[in-house]
DNA sequence: CTGAAAGCGCTAACAA
DNA sequence: TTGTTAGCGCTTTCAG
């Protein structure tokens, strides 16, 4: 096998503590013999055994990273963003990630079963529910947890964007240029964030006077075929197209919806105007450009990851943080005045 | 604390050592003990402490997961398609994937930081360059490893897609529409996967009759931005664009190649044709859908995760198997005969 | 400033 | 079939 610390110790007469010590850099040790036990240590090209270390002292340094449950997939562009942001601060600090199969809704144990003993220090969320009962399990086995994402319940951590402000501005936005009937695709129920959204929608129709139409707002699960298909029943039947611009709670949705309405003939934004929300980067990609309401995708993984770490680092409950980050609206792709107005 | 195994051995009045194999369904405990010890498990909610176990056995039921180095970024479509093949199987065999933050490039150092000593029981690896230094590294610490992609060390484990035969397939697509200048944005020098896309455009414009010319070999870095700003270059100075058709290496450069022809007013398919390479998921949400080298991406990590475990189980250089994955041609969205055809 | 010794929680010979 | 005894490789009191 490698070297170990008792063969480094034997090399420099000294005891394995005093080398555990001098490579921890412990100020307990004479500035020489940590020199020397330094350079022995490089010389050997030894490291410390990361297994046995964190065994010693029950800890892993390990994060586990809680990815969205199906329909929703780990390859969903806006979880991949936000993973880079995690992943980038995490390995800053010098911590893995471990990334377990969990799919909620089949009992507490799939989450135990990856994350509860010694696995990891902590645990990143996201998409908390309404009474989201993984919260008591985490607080329950003490464990250290962030969400991304807005939580109900008080006193947990969490970091999201301007979810209701967000959807306040694209629907004004579409006032703006003259839209008075306009759709909202809703996220999957039950998601706050999604009902975060669908309150700014309210909030931006009551304000100007619109009225809430419950025939416009329409139920997806903030997947792209979730946004095709409902669009898609929409089109049902030959009937004129019921509004004149769409509000999709995310960005996969809008695509998807935009692709049921050029299936049909319909062009996107002479025919109906669209935004999503999230701005992820493949909005960018399309002809024209995705207009949406821009989160900032990257930095929300960092600053989720930023305040797990905190919370380890300073103990427990100490740094248990909240944080609304702003978004805006971006591109002007999809977005004209309706038809009528032309 | 949690429970601990000593604890469940006092509980049932017998020896850790009976309890460690009850729980490992070890034959050689009398079927009735090995019930009690389980239940009595089960009722304490015991599990065992896997770091500690791991310690003991020397081994990790860890897999390091190794992504493209930069430009390419964790998020790119393609590694995170495949990296949700790798999960799914490892996953099944009770594996858990570690994502270190390695560059390769940076010295053996990065790497072995992460990789050396007990933190993970193989290694899956991307991109394998010409002489790749990670082989011998990977191989002097005797740890057992495979690549996506075909390597050009011999006796080393790869799964690939069939890189050089998709792209003949694509030429030979373009030229049967009637293009005869089509030119070739390349990946990153050094992969071997970019020289044999290269390779399979060279074999195919030859065969075809008609010259390689080196004016249309655009060198590419696999990203969206090289595909973009390659394609912009070769539209300074409004002089005539150089060809009517673009074989891509990756669909993300395919993007960004199509993204420049609009920006200049150049529409897809009608004034350039452009074929990509991968299929990722991304492409079918353009409008038209990216036409592509199809692989089958989930596919290629769940064979990339199967035959590191047959290593794994099997003991070292048992099973070491190399694969090459069919690919086809799909979609249609955005080819098109040459505009003096039509 | 340094060393001895007791674990961390589990596994695996080796005995019994 | 079960228990005893050493570790796995490192950290950390507690003495000195």
Redesign the interface.
Known sequence: ??ISMAEIARQCGVSKATVSRALADDPRVKPETKEYIKEVAKRFNY??????S??AR?R?K?IGVVFPAAPR???D?FF??Y??GV?SIL?EHGY??????VSWGEGDSTM???L????VDGVVLTEPRVDDGRIAFLQKNNMPFVFLGQTNVPGVAWVDGDNEGGAYLAVQELYRLGHRRIAMITGERGLIAAQNRLRGYRRALTELGLPVNQDLIWAGDFT?EGGYHTVRNHLQGGAKFPATAIFASNDLMA?GA??AL?EVGLQVPEDVSVIGFDGI??GR???PPLTTVQQPINELGREVAAVLLEQLEKGRRKGVRQATLPVQLVNVGNTAAPPKFS
Chains 1, 2 share one sequence.
């Open positions: 096998m490698k490291e410390p055994h990361p297994i046995a964190n065994l029950g892993t390990t997939t780990i390859a562009p991949l963003e993973l880079n992943s390995f893995s990630m471990l990334l377990p199969q135990s079963q990856l509860a003993p010694g696995r792209r695509i935009i692709q050029h980067e493949v990609y399309l002809s």
